[in-house]
Each structure stands twice: as C-alpha cells, then as structure tokens.
C-alpha cells in the first residue's frame, strides 16, 4: 500500500535561514510526487510537483524539493525562509497505474511550519 | 480557468439536518476528488469519479453520507441526517490524468465547505 510520512509535526526557522520539510513515501511503482501548501482558513494550493526527469524539481514561491529514490524521500526546501511562508504543508504521492483502478492521491499528516522573524 | 468552485463557503446547521455540498470542477478535468479535513484525522480522501463515474467510494464514512456527479461539471456530497461530528472541512478538487506526463496529473483544490453541525 502506498503512504506517505511527514516525521516533523512543526518545524521553527528564523526568517533568512535555509529551511527544509522532511518528506518520505512508499509505494509499488513510479511515483509522483507534490507538495501543498495550506495557509489559515484557506484550501490547499500546489507548490511543485515531481514526476519525471530531473531530480531537483522548482516550484512557487521559491521553494524546490529534491526528488531521491534510494532513501524514497522528497524533501521541500527553501534558501530563505520568510514570515510569510508560515504555513501548513502536505506532501502526497500518487502511482502510476495503466489500469486507471486507482488514481488516489494520498497525504502526509502535515508538518506546520513556523518562521520566526 | 476560475478554478474549482465549492459552494457554499461556510453552513452552519443543526443536527439531524440534510447538508448538500456542491462542487464544479476545473473545464477539462477528467477525475474529481472529494476531501474532508479534521484536526483529529487530518486529509481524508471520501471518493472519487472518473469521467462521471464513481470509482472508489471506500473512504465515506457511513450511509449518511452520499455523492453524485450527474454531469462533468457538477457534484454534490450530501449528508443525511447530519450530526456534530461531521463538522469539518469539506473539500473537491479535480485533475486531468495524463500517464507519463509532466504537464498533467495535478490535483487542484476549491477553497471549501466549512461545515459545522450543531
């Protein structure tokens, strides 16, 4: 069965600091890989999204992850964390399945993540 | 694109209740997606369709709740009777699934129904 983990349920970073959310998946096949963000009150938006090719994938709002198959991790990263960036972020993986069967997406618990200014 | 459309935003109503949450999706789309989030238990996928077509229904919580897609552009999660512990938030969110493709398979989200029953 698919799944994905999300260890860190906060994350604290002072704003100018480099700032990473950790992200690690299983599933049978080729994944695809996203990132959500989710701001108060608000519904989730798509950062950035892995799915072939290159394994450093760039998204909005300056962030990027990095695709990695040996450890099966897809960590988000930012050089520079801002106070606006305070959020709750959802990593999800999805398989690549010919049959059509199944198309879920399936989410990480979230790992909230605080910039201090 | 407006993107997905959930309506409404916020209901309020009282247990026992019929609660209709309605969804467009995004033109095009060919899979829509239907979530409910809670602090206790996080993202829940509830059911999806493909092409109108109801393909996995194993996440809706009981037989109080149901939905329906009569068209590519129109959905509804209904909830019979109501009670309390269906407070949440409920969201749709389409895609277009292109195997193989970088430019497809994202899953958009609408902004919502935040739903609580009192």
């Known amino acids: 069965a698919q799944s994905v983990a999300q260890p860190e349920d906060q994350v604290n970073v002072a704003e100018g600091n480099p700032l990473t959310v950790k992200c690690t998946y299983s599933?049978?096949?080729?994944?695809?890989l996203f990132w959500y963000v989710q701001y108060p009150n608000r519904g989730l938006q798509f950062l950035l999204k892995?799915?072939?090719?290159?394994?450093l994938v760039k998204g909005s709002y300056g962030f990027e992850a990095e695709f990695n198959k040996s450890q099966t991790s897809f960590h988000l990263k930012k050089p520079s964390a801002l106070v606006s960036d305070s959020a709750l972020y959802f990593c999800?993986?999805?398989?690549?399945?010919?049959?059509?069967?199944?198309?879920?997406?399936?989410f990480g618990t979230g790992t909230l993540l605080a910039v201090q200014p | 694109d407006a993107g997905v459309i959930q309506s409404p935003r916020h209901e309020v109503t009282e247990m026992g209740q019929e609660v209709t949450l309605r969804c467009k999706p995004i033109?095009?789309?060919?899979?829509l997606f239907w979530y409910r989030q809670t602090m206790m238990r996080g993202l829940e996928l509830l059911i999806y369709?493909?092409?109108?077509?109801?393909?996995?229904d194993s996440g809706m919580p009981e037989d109080r709740f149901s939905a329906k897609m009569p068209n590519a552009s129109f959905s509804t999660l209904k909830i019979q009777p109501s009670e309390p512990r269906d407070s949440a938030v409920y969201f749709c969110?389409?895609?277009?699934?292109?195997?193989?493709?970088?430019?497809?398979?994202?899953?958009?989200f609408g902004e919502g129904s935040w739903l609580t029953v009192v």
């Open positions: 599933v049978s096949g080729n994944p695809y």
């Open positions: 033109s095009g789309h060919d899979y």
């Open positions: 892995y799915i072939t090719g290159d394994n």
């Open positions: 999800a993986v999805r398989t690549e399945n010919y049959g059509g069967a199944t198309n879920k997406l399936i």
């Open positions: 369709f493909n092409n109108n077509v109801p393909i996995d």
């Open positions: 969110a389409s895609s277009l699934v292109v195997w193989g493709s970088y430019s497809g398979n994202t899953i958009y």
